[in-house]
């Protein structure tokens, strides 16, 4: 059987153990007769791997019980117009801080709904940068981050703070999981899983209880974050496959040794990539500035789009797939998720010498 490097930005590779143990399972789980996407959602197989799930995810990223664990659809960009139509009233303004395509995304959502507030911005730098300077306005309903910046290749290593009566709102679709985080320093967290959670299908929302008060009765059922705190995110017919896998991710990193573990292989990866991007005497340009350097998306350019081109024919014949930078920025971005493992990264750098030592 083949398997490639998998550097896709998301859906994203998943561990080979995880994958290993659906096949087993996918036919007759538990003893039930049927694949875990056949059982009903009220069952009470299904409840236990749905409760299982979120029992896992609170112990991993060590969630306080005054938090609510969410599981919903229409991805990250959903939530771009949930947040605001539950957060945002008429007589207050959304805090954006602007550092890549996604958190513009969800700004654009924001103006939509009321009044909103660009804090800072990173823009002028081409998201090269973390936006710093950052300013609130006197009537903020909440700022609203992007922890890690997928296109652009840039992660927040040190979050702002707010005053405690302004919630801090952050899109971790792209480093969840991946570190340790004070969740604490959050009134919401949010990911689609599809980069270090699972496949994709389901979102995970982590809300601060006393939030959850602010929602009003008079948007739709289905975009108030009380309806699925109310009901266990089991309101509707959840994703439950996305589910099922997303608790099979989570007890594999619990195997790995959690997020520490984690963090400090995602670190080892990240710094393979950027040292050959270093060493290369500017044959490869990162496109982030060092201390903006993200651990999950490493971006990079070569000296002219021809050769960018034969880099990444090359690269294909080679076995790695994925490493072409998002449609918008062009170039290279290798996506260095929790799942894909060290040896990839080296096989990358190894690939990225050879490809230079015959081309510069
Ligand atoms: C940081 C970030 N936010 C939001 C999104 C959009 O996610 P979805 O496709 O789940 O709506 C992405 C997708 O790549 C992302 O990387």
Redesign the pocket.
């Known amino acids: 059987m083949k398997r490639v490097y998998n550097f896709n ?2 859906p994203a590779a998943l561990p080979k153990q995880v994958l290993h143990r659906a096949q087993e399972e996918l036919l007759d789980f538990q003893d039930t007769g049927m694949s875990v996407m056949e059982l009903s959602h009220r069952s009470k197989e299904y409840e236990k791997v749905h409760q299982k799930a979120a029992t896992l995810l609170q112990e991993l990223l060590q969630i306080p019980n005054d938090y609510e664990i969410l599981f919903m659809q ?5 939530q771009f117009s949930a947040i605001p139509l539950n957060f945002l009233p008429s007589d207050k303004t959304a805090n954006y801080s602007l550092s890549g395509s ?1 958190s513009e ?1 969800a700004l654009k959502e924001a103006q939509k709904i009321g009044s909103t507030h660009t804090s800072s911005t990173a823009k002028e730098t081409g998201y090269s940068t973390i936006p710093s300077q950052l300013t609130l306005s006197t009537d903020a309903a909440y700022l609203h981050i ?1 922890s ?4 652009f290749g840039t992660q927040w290593w040190e979050f702002p703070s707010t005053p405690s009566y302004i919630p801090l709102i952050a ?1 971790m ?2 480093d969840i999981l991946s570190r340790t985080i004070n969740v604490e320093d959050f009134s919401l967290i949010y990911a ?1 899983a ?2 270090n959670l699972g496949p ?1 299908g389901v ?1 995970v929302v982590i809300i601060k209880k006393e939030l959850l008060e602010q929602c009003p009765s008079n948007i739709p059922t289905m975009l108030n974050y009380q309806t699925h705190a109310k009901n266990k995110s089991l309101y509707n017919t959840p994703p439950t496959f996305s589910i099922y896998m997303l608790s099979l991710v989570l007890d594999w990193v619990a195997e790995q040794g959690g997020i520490e573990a984690m963090e400090r292989i995602n670190k080892e990866k990240a710094e393979l990539l950027y040292e050959t991007i270093d060493q290369s005497e500017g044959f490869y340009i990162g496109h982030a500035e060092k201390d903006a350097r993200s651990h999950m998306n490493v971006t990079f350019n070569l000296p002219s789009e021809e050769l960018t081109s034969n880099f990444l024919i090359q690269a294909k014949e080679e076995g790695f797939v994925g490493l072409g930078g998002h449609r918008m920025v062009g170039g290279c971005r290798a996506s260095i998720y929790n799942a894909v493992p060290l040896e990839s990264c080296q096989a990358l750098a190894d690939f990225m010498k050879s490809f230079q030592a015959k081309n510069r």
């Not at 229409?74 to 959903?78: C, I, K």
């Not at 890690?148 to 296109?151: A, H, L, M, V, Y």
């Open positions: 930005a998301g229409g991805g990250a960009s959903l996604w995304k992007t890690n910046n997928t296109i899109d679709s792209s689609g599809q980069k994709s979102t």
